[in-house]
């Protein structure tokens, strides 16, 4: 799922593209796209797109017409939605299944595509900023928090940091791949408790999670340029521990470990962010039970008996 880091640099190439553009023409295409319907799309035709910004992993277009109220469009990309842009010499994007929507703006056409067999993604049309609530889970923004704040929204409820990062209820735009970035960076465990956290260590997440957003933010903008996002994905080349299962750890050489749970994995390093301690697996530690390994080496004596 694009996360803070992607969806900022989403909002920055579309305003740069259609702010003060008239939309022309629009079409739905998926059939559970469209999740609102108090408004047609073609309500939308004609009028001029005034902002572009985002609500947590939420892109929101502002729409305004003279006399009439300020109509909203907003996009979930969800897990496997993604924004492509087109001008009119280039080819829509592959496959007519993964076709959502289409906004045409004459120069150019933004296309919402999804790779995915079941598709999740959302549009909906609001009338009006007051509308906007119900898409705010109200987790504070990262990058504008100060640490006492940070610090009293992580401690509101006892719960592992993983969950507490990725929620946005608490923190507004994290996901899997960036919580697994920030927490390598603090050298935390995932699955440490926010109640056992000492003053210190809150200070080191608070750095790391504002550090890693901002690096990572940077370079997408700097992948981009004047172009669009073509390759927005979890997985991405300097990762130090996100989707890098058993490559060596880019601090201590050891390899990157993973938990899995139900359709997602957290990827850490024992060395660094637990004291060398693996972390219990839900589905091997069920199966090894007694016999799962607690530490990095008696993990790699079990791998060379095997």
């Known amino acids: 799922m ?4 992607d969806v900022t640099v989403y909002v920055e190439r579309l305003d740069a593209f259609v702010r003060g553009r008239e939309l022309r023409g629009i079409e739905v295409l998926g059939a559970n796209l469209l999740r609102t319907v108090e408004l047609a799309p073609g309500s939308l035709v004609g009028r001029t ?14 729409f305004a017409e003279e006399g ?35 906004f045409d703006w ?7 595509t999804e790779a995915a067999t079941k598709k999740r993604s959302s549009l909906h049309l609001v009338r009006g900023r007051d509308a906007l609530a119900t898409f ?13 704040t940070f610090t009293a929204a992580l401690t509101r409820e006892n719960r592992t940091l993983k969950r507490a990062l990725t929620d946005p209820r608490v923190l507004d735009g994290i996901g899997n791949a960036y919580s697994d970035e920030i927490l390598f960076a603090a050298r935390l465990s995932p699955v440490r408790l926010t109640s056992r956290l000492e003053s210190a260590e809150f200070e080191r997440l608070f750095d790391a999670t504002r550090n890693v957003l901002r690096i990572w933010t940077e370079r997408l903008r700097a992948q981009v340029g004047d172009g669009f996002p073509e390759k927005v994905t979890a997985f991405r080349d300097g990762m130090a521990v996100h989707g890098r299962y058993r490559a060596p750890c880019p601090i201590c050489g050891h390899p990157v470990q993973r938990i899995r749970y139900a359709s997602n994995e957290c990827n850490y390093c024992a060395e660094c962010q637990n004291a060398g301690r693996l972390l219990a697996d839900r589905g091997l530690s069920q199966l090894l039970r007694k016999d799962w390994p607690r530490t990095l080496e008696e993990l790699e004596e079990l791998r060379g008996g095997a």
């Open 2 to 5: 694009p996360e803070l880091p």
């Open 49 to 62: 797109c005034t902002e572009v910004f985002r609500i947590g992993k939420r892109i929101v277009l502002s």
């Open 68 to 102: 009439s109220d300020e109509t909203l469009a907003v996009i979930h990309p969800m897990i496997a939605g993604r924004l492509r842009w087109r001008t009119p010499d280039r080819k829509p994007p592959a496959g007519p299944k993964a076709l959502l929507a289409r």
């Open 106 to 112: 004459g120069e150019g056409t933004l296309w919402l």
């Open 136 to 148: 705010d889970r109200g987790g504070l923004d990262p990058l504008s928090t100060d640490l006492p």
